[in-house]
């Protein structure tokens, strides 16, 4: 069962532009991740934010997590062709959990 | 590090044949997932492995699927009697702890016919 739910489904944007990523999830979380996927490729883990924190950067990412709301979003910035990719975001809930339940994530397309 | 390896990368079969894939996780890793991925479901976890033992099968769909860690290099799944609508890429990813994110294999992308 699906635990995050990625906004939007698609996104297509220009080179240079930013692009941001909503995720909404149910139940309490450990801890919430965003991952990238190639077409055709595995899941790339991107950053992971806890429960306790609020926002966490990694490069041009840019991580917040809303727990009053049950939402994360995630935002590219300065966009580059290489970004294309859809992305996940997926959660760790309950105590002693190991398992990530992941949404079906966004089809972001950065255009040349 | 040569990352997640999982085997074959592609596996074509016919109807009721069994099926095995394979996934050896990063050395040090002690918790091995095995998902399945599709357009219609997207990723469904379908087992997890904590220290070679199977912790949460819940997700494994059918008596026809079942899981091994043998030994922490190492980890099979099979689908016995195969049918088409498995037909979809099955990933392996591993992880040293559980504050830490996952690391996925490339995938085995499996076509039951």
């Known amino acids: 069962s699906q635990q995050g739910e990625e906004d939007p489904q698609a996104l297509s944007i220009q080179e240079g532009e930013n692009a941001t990523m909503n995720c909404s999830y149910k139940?309490?979380?450990?801890?919430l991740q965003w991952y990238r996927q190639n077409s055709g490729r595995g899941l790339v883990h991107l950053i992971l934010?806890?429960?306790?924190?609020r926002e966490k950067h990694s490069g041009r990412l840019r991580v917040t997590l809303d727990t009053s709301k049950k939402s994360s979003s995630l935002l590219i910035t300065a966009s580059r062709a290489a970004d294309t990719a859809s992305y996940f975001c997926?959660?760790?809930?309950?105590?002693?959990?190991?398992?990530?339940?992941f949404g079906k994530g966004t089809k972001l397309s950065v255009i040349p | 590090d040569a990352g997640v390896i999982q085997s074959p990368r592609h596996e074509v079969t016919e109807m009721g044949q069994e099926v095995t894939l394979r996934c050896k996780p990063i050395?040090?890793?002690?918790?091995l997932f095995w998902y399945r991925q599709t357009m219609m479901r997207g990723l469904e976890l379908l087992i997890y492995?904590?220290?070679?033992?199977?912790?949460?099968d819940s997700g494994m769909p059918e008596d026809r699927f079942s899981a091994k860690m043998p030994n922490a290099s190492f980890s099979t799944l099979k689908i016995q009697p195969s049918e088409p609508r498995d037909s979809a890429v099955y990933f392996c990813?591993?992880?040293?702890?559980?504050?830490?994110?996952?690391?996925f294999g490339s995938g085995t992308r499996l076509t039951v016919v």
């Open positions: 934010i806890r429960s306790n924190e």
């Open positions: 997926a959660t760790v809930s309950g105590a002693g959990s190991y398992q990530l339940t």
């Open positions: 050395s040090g890793h002690n918790s």
């Open positions: 990813a591993s992880s040293p702890l559980r504050d830490y994110g996952y690391t």
């Open positions: 492995f904590n220290n070679n033992v199977p912790i949460d």
């Open positions: 139940t309490s979380i450990n801890n």
